[in-house]
C-alpha cells in the first residue's frame, strides 16, 4: 500500500483547506486510517482517525473543526479543516493499518504518506 497526501499550502487564519491522501490499493475494507501532524520541534501527534467500519475520533483540539471522509471507491481519504488557526500549522501525514483496532499512536501504523505541509498565518 502507497499513500500520497496533497492538498496543502498556506493559508490565513479561520479559512479553510483539504487535504487529500490517495492510496495505490483498495484500503477501504481492511485498513484503518489516520491523519497525523506534526509540527517544528514537536512530536507527531494523531489528528484524527477512521477505521474501516466508518468508526471515527478527532484529537480534542480538532473537534467541530475538522472533518475526515473517506470515498472507498476512489482510494482516498480527506481531511476538510475549517477556521484554520496557527496553532494547526504542521506538516500533515495520512496513515493506513490493516485491521480494525484502535489505533492512535503512530507505530501502530505501517503506511505513511509523504506528508503535506499547512501553513496557517494571521
Known amino acids: 500500500v502507497q499513500l500520497q497526501a496533497f492538498g496543502g499550502g498556506s493559508v490565513q487564519t479561520g479559512g479553510p483547506l483539504r487535504l487529500s491522501c490517495t492510496t495505490s490499493g483498495r484500503t477501504g475494507l481492511n485498513y484503518a486510517m489516520a491523519w497525523f501532524r506534526q509540527a517544528p520541534g514537536r512530536e507527531r501527534e494523531i489528528v484524527v482517525r477512521?477505521?474501516?467500519?466508518?468508526?471515527?475520533e478527532y484529537t480534542n483540539s480538532v473537534k467541530g473543526r475538522f472533518t475526515i471522509s473517506r470515498d472507498n471507491a476512489k482510494n482516498t481519504l480527506y481531511l476538510q479543516m475549517n477556521r484554520l488557526q496557527s496553532e494547526d500549522t504542521a506538516i500533515y501525514y495520512c496513515?493506513?493499518?490493516?485491521?480494525?483496532?484502535?489505533?492512535?499512536?503512530?507505530?501502530?501504523?505501517?503506511?505513511w504518506g509523504q506528508g503535506t505541509e499547512v501553513t496557517v498565518s494571521s
Open positions: 496513515a493506513a493499518t490493516r485491521g480494525d483496532g484502535i489505533y492512535t499512536r503512530v507505530g501502530s501504523y505501517g503506511y
Open positions: 477512521i477505521t474501516s467500519r466508518g468508526y471515527i
